[in-house]
């Protein structure tokens, strides 16, 4: 019996660790993702595009497609800056203590947003909007980008990791 419970154990450690190793899929690292209330959602698609008042980041399930239908989750942030080995901590702008080269001020949860043809379907999914509290820390590798964050959104609690390429767009 106790062998068997040990084979067992082992057989699922190694398909644990053998899914989780970086291979032929099509360079998307399979730990990639976000937890919330005790489920996993993987978001192997980073997007980082320059706005007028400064760099939005976000992390989502959906490949950038004109032609894309389906459900989205999506993790977003706004900040005024991103820096190499910088921790961004949620601060609401109207604070004193607010510096944007230390703090962001919004961040957004889209969970289970229809998309039909490549854009949003207004009024499908839930958009949270307001975090509470959070972090986003930014590590520039050398032929990658390593993002870990945390967003609070009163209860609900977002912890997420992002590791790879991260498409730019203008």
């Not at 706004?78 to 004193?96: F, G, H, I, Q, W």
């Not at 499908?124 to 909007?129: D, F, P």
């Not at 390593?146 to 730019?168: D, N, P, S």
Request: proline share 2%; aromatic share 14%.
């Amino acid at each position: 019996m106790k062998m068997s419970t040990l084979s067992l154990a082992a057989a699922i450690l190694f398909l644990y660790f053998s899914g989780c190793v970086y291979g032929g899929n099509d360079g998307v690292d399979p730990r990639n993702g976000f937890t919330l209330n005790d489920s996993l959602f993987h978001t192997d698609y980073a997007i980082r595009k320059n706005w007028t008042g400064g760099i939005e980041v976000a992390f989502t399930d959906m490949k950038q497609s004109a032609s894309f239908s389906g459900k989205v989750h999506t993790v977003q942030f706004l900040l005024e800056t991103l820096s190499d080995k910088v921790t961004y901590t949620y601060m609401p702008a109207d604070s004193a203590a607010f510096d944007s080269k230390k703090n962001f001020d919004v961040a957004l949860l889209y969970q289970n947003v229809s998309y039909k043809d490549g854009q949003e379907v207004t009024g499908t999914g839930e958009i949270l909007s307001k975090p509470t509290g959070g972090s986003l820390t930014f590590v520039q590798g050398p032929q990658y980008q390593t993002f870990t964050y945390v967003l609070e959104f009163g209860e609900r609690r977002i912890r997420g990791v992002y590791k790879g390429k991260v498409t730019v767009i203008e």
